[in-house]
């Protein structure tokens, strides 16, 4: 007389927790780079439209001084906004910094009011950081 057994043997159990762990081990990586490309293009769109509001500023005004940004984060909040005027008012550095600080390959980005870009921090090169 044979009786069924129902179940999984040891083996089984072994490979599909293995096949698990290759998965993930693939996919977690991807997953961490496509959310910090998310996050550094929130302070991408965060200083564009400081930047925008700064040149309407000094359209208003003919000049920098003065202006001040309405918001202080980037739209989704990742990033506190700054401004620093220089040049007698006829210049601006925007700062964009990720709060809390968990980025160190972009630890902060700039624009300056000639369109130039530019990051503090460890990575290779500033496409990395605007993702031009």
Same mark, same amino acid.
């Given at each position: 007389?044979?009786?069924? &057994?129902?179940?999984?043997?040891? /083996?089984?159990?072994?490979? !599909? &927790? =293995?096949? /698990?762990? /290759?998965?993930? @081990? /693939? =996919?977690?990586?991807?997953?961490?780079?496509?959310?910090?490309?998310?996050?550094? =293009?929130?302070? !991408?769109?965060?200083?564009?439209?400081?930047?925008?509001?700064?040149?309407?500023?000094? $359209?208003?005004?003919?000049?920098?001084?003065? +202006?001040?940004? $309405?918001?202080?984060?980037?739209?989704?909040?990742?990033? @506190?906004? @700054?401004? =620093?005027?220089?040049?007698?008012?006829?210049?601006?550095?925007?700062?964009?910094?990720?709060?809390?600080? !968990?980025?160190?390959?972009?630890?902060?980005?700039?624009?300056?009011?000639?369109?130039?870009?530019?990051?503090?921090? $460890?990575?290779?090169?500033?496409?990395? +950081?605007?993702?031009?």
């Amino acid at each position: 007389m044979k009786r069924n &057994v129902f179940g999984f043997t040891l /083996i089984e159990v072994v490979v !599909v &927790v =293995a096949i /698990i762990g /290759i998965i993930a @081990s /693939i =996919a977690w990586p991807l997953y961490i780079g496509q959310t910090t490309k998310q996050r550094r =293009a929130d302070g !991408v769109r965060g200083l564009m439209l400081a930047n925008q509001e700064m040149t309407q500023c000094k $359209t208003d005004n003919a000049t920098y001084t003065g +202006c001040v940004l $309405t918001n202080a984060f980037s739209p989704d909040g990742q990033y @506190s906004m @700054s401004v =620093a005027i220089t040049g007698g008012g006829d210049e601006f550095t925007l700062t964009a910094t990720r709060t809390p600080s !968990v980025d160190d390959e972009c630890t902060a980005l700039t624009l300056d009011h000639l369109g130039r870009k530019g990051y503090t921090g $460890t990575a290779p090169s500033l496409k990395r +950081c605007w993702g031009d």
